[in-house]
């Protein structure tokens, strides 16, 4: 595992994308290609490589992996070409290119709609709800990994650790609503097309370029007010994440099984800013009382369904990590999660 912080974007993609055992163990154990859908977002290209180096570490590297996108930032998908991904181009809301799209045994879906989903809900629900439904019928059969978030639970007491697997969803807002509909789709067209599937509901991925810590460092290092309301989050380093999603390919059933994805501890808010703001020299503004209840995961159940112990970049390395990246200006995604928001409206 890489030890100290990427300096750059191409060493940040290789942190990233460095192939995690369990995830060469399940690809290698697997038959067939795979397929990233939606891969051009925020986690789909690391996501896309490290599949490609867990396929080439297990002696598998005549299998391809597949990566599809609409492609807006040629970077990622010059960047994949040049370490042995195949990368497509098409628009997954035209039903006739999702037809098109070569076969695959295993595939990854990423694809959705969160910012500016509160200004635009129709096409919010097109991406999250119909989008799928076309992915899912056109891979009838395939092993899923359906990319689902946290956002469908209910807020939890902050003492509960969390919502479980078995939690009843109770989504806030149309995004989250969104959600559940692609995981109700995906699950209702996973049984009757014979498709094994895992809906990963995860929260919140962290990669020095965006994510709550990324957000939290530059309100910090700014000197703008950081509302303490939403006081408690879960995280997790972007690599562990998508090892993960790569070892569930192995763990696919039916009916389909949903399966959180996120850091083992509750965090409060106040203290991560702390801890930034001690690694940035400055002292944080803080504004606000922390709420009883927070969007809050359960991810304790994820070690049944894998066959070792799941990656874990430590807490303090990524706090480490996040206040150099931003402390020395180095390129930013541009995408806060508004992780605070909670009445739904992203």
Same mark, same amino acid.
């Given at each position: 595992?890489?030890?100290?912080?990427?300096?750059?974007?191409?060493?940040?993609?290789?942190?990233?994308?460095?192939?995690?055992?369990?995830?060469?163990?399940? #690809?290698?154990?697997?038959?067939?290609?795979?397929?990233?859908?939606?891969?051009?977002?925020?986690?789909?290209?690391?996501?896309?490589?490290?599949?490609?180096?867990?396929?080439?570490?297990?002696?598998?590297?005549?299998?391809?992996?597949?990566?599809?996108?609409?492609?807006?930032?040629?970077?990622?998908?010059?960047? #994949?070409?040049?370490?042995?991904?195949?990368?497509?181009?098409?628009?997954?809301?035209?039903?006739?290119?999702?037809?098109? #799209?070569?076969?695959?045994?295993?595939?990854?879906?990423?694809?959705?709609?969160?910012?500016?989903?509160?200004?635009?809900?129709?096409?919010? *629900?097109?991406?999250?709800?119909?989008?799928?439904? *076309?992915?899912?019928?056109?891979?009838?059969?395939?092993?899923?990994?359906?990319?689902?978030?946290?956002?469908?639970?209910?807020?939890?007491?902050?003492?509960?650790?969390?919502?479980?697997?078995?939690?009843?969803?109770?989504?806030?807002?149309?995004?989250?609503?969104?959600?559940?509909?692609?995981?109700?789709?995906?699950?209702?067209?996973?049984?009757?097309?014979?498709?094994?599937?895992?809906?990963?509901?995860? +929260?919140?991925?962290?990669?020095?370029?965006?994510?709550?810590?990324?957000?939290?460092?530059?309100?910090?290092?700014?000197?703008?007010?950081?509302?303490?309301?939403?006081?408690?989050?879960?995280?997790?380093?972007?690599?562990?994440? +998508?090892?993960?999603?790569?070892?569930?390919?192995?763990?696919?059933?039916?009916?389909?099984?949903?399966?959180?994805?996120?850091?083992?501890?509750?965090?409060?808010?106040?203290? #991560?800013?702390?801890?930034?703001?001690?690694?940035?020299?400055?002292?944080?503004?803080?504004?606000?009382?922390?709420?009883?209840?927070?969007?809050?995961?359960?991810?304790?159940?994820?070690?049944?369904?894998?066959?070792?112990?799941?990656?874990?970049?430590?807490?303090?390395?990524?706090?480490? *990590?996040?206040?150099? *990246?931003?402390?020395?200006?180095?390129?930013?995604?541009?995408?806060?999660?508004?992780?605070?928001?909670?009445?739904?409206?992203?």
């Amino acid at each position: 595992m890489t030890t100290r912080c990427p300096r750059d974007l191409d060493e940040l993609d290789d942190a990233l994308s460095e192939p995690h055992a369990i995830a060469v163990r399940a #690809l290698g154990a697997l038959d067939g290609d795979v397929i990233v859908l939606g891969a051009g977002g925020k986690m789909g290209p690391t996501l896309a490589r490290m599949a490609r180096r867990a396929l080439d570490a297990a002696g598998a590297g005549s299998r391809r992996v597949i990566a599809v996108s609409r492609w807006s930032d040629a970077r990622a998908a010059a960047a #994949l070409r040049a370490h042995g991904v195949e990368v497509l181009a098409a628009d997954l809301l035209d039903r006739t290119q999702v037809d098109a #799209l070569p076969d695959a045994a295993n595939v990854v879906f990423m694809a959705g709609q969160k910012f500016g989903s509160a200004s635009d809900v129709v096409q919010t *629900w097109a991406m999250n709800a119909v989008v799928p439904a *076309w992915c899912a019928e056109r891979y009838a059969g395939s092993r899923q990994v359906v990319f689902s978030t946290g956002n469908v639970y209910p807020f939890v007491p902050v003492a509960s650790g969390g919502a479980g697997e078995t939690t009843p969803p109770a989504p806030v807002g149309e995004y989250a609503m969104s959600c559940l509909a692609r995981e109700r789709v995906s699950a209702a067209l996973g049984a009757r097309h014979g498709s094994p599937m895992v809906l990963l509901r995860l +929260n919140y991925a962290c990669a020095l370029t965006y994510g709550v810590l990324t957000d939290l460092a530059v309100r910090v290092r700014d000197g703008e007010p950081i509302d303490l309301t939403m006081g408690h989050v879960n995280v997790c380093w972007q690599g562990d994440a +998508n090892a993960v999603a790569l070892a569930l390919l192995a763990r696919t059933s039916m009916p389909a099984v949903a399966v959180n994805v996120t850091g083992a501890a509750t965090l409060a808010v106040e203290a #991560l800013a702390h801890a930034l703001a001690d690694r940035l020299g400055v002292t944080p503004l803080l504004v606000g009382t922390p709420a009883p209840d927070a969007l809050l995961s359960d991810a304790s159940a994820l070690a049944t369904h894998l066959d070792d112990t799941p990656p874990a970049l430590p807490l303090d390395t990524l706090l480490d *990590w996040t206040a150099e *990246w931003v402390a020395a200006g180095r390129p930013l995604l541009g995408k806060p999660t508004r992780f605070s928001v909670r009445d739904g409206k992203f």
